[in-house]
């Protein structure tokens, strides 16, 4: 069973930055693939971006060239890097872990994971 504890939300106006972490509380590095999903009011819940244990990292096309996923396996740790926010990116954020493989192809699909963090709110206005 893993835990994960989502931090760094806050409100910022358009064109900020935030950084989001997510602290696993054990270690993700073997075959776990991590990843942000985010879900608006009224909306469902959206593969943000994602990456494996090979390194293999996507992004949902909304956000690419603007957010960037890490990891640091020695310290369970993710985070999202998000620039050029905008207020369609205003969204609860929540880090999701699968303990095993699963093709690229898949990897932004909610249903695929079996570990999830409570989110962390992110509100983008002026």
């Known amino acids: 069973q893993v835990q994960l504890v989502e931090s760094g939300g806050a409100s910022v106006q358009p064109g900020g930055s935030l950084r989001l972490s997510c602290t696993a509380s054990?270690?993700?590095?073997?075959?776990?693939?991590m990843a942000w999903f985010r879900q608006a009011p009224g909306q469902e819940r959206e593969g943000v971006a994602t990456?494996?244990?090979?390194?293999?990292?996507s992004y949902a096309d909304s956000v690419k060239g603007r957010f960037a996923i890490s990891k640091d396996n020695a310290k369970n740790i993710l985070t999202l890097q998000m620039n050029s926010l905008n207020p369609e990116d205003t969204a609860m954020y929540y880090c999701?872990?699968?303990?095993?493989?699963?093709?690229?192809?898949?990897?932004?699909?909610?249903?695929?994971?079996?570990?999830w963090g409570q989110g962390t709110r992110v509100t983008v206005s002026s």
């Open positions: 054990t270690g993700t590095s073997g075959q776990y693939i």
């Open positions: 999701a872990a699968r303990s095993s493989y699963l093709l690229l192809q898949f990897r932004l699909l909610a249903s695929f994971y079996h570990f």
């Open positions: 990456i494996g244990n090979d390194g293999d990292t």
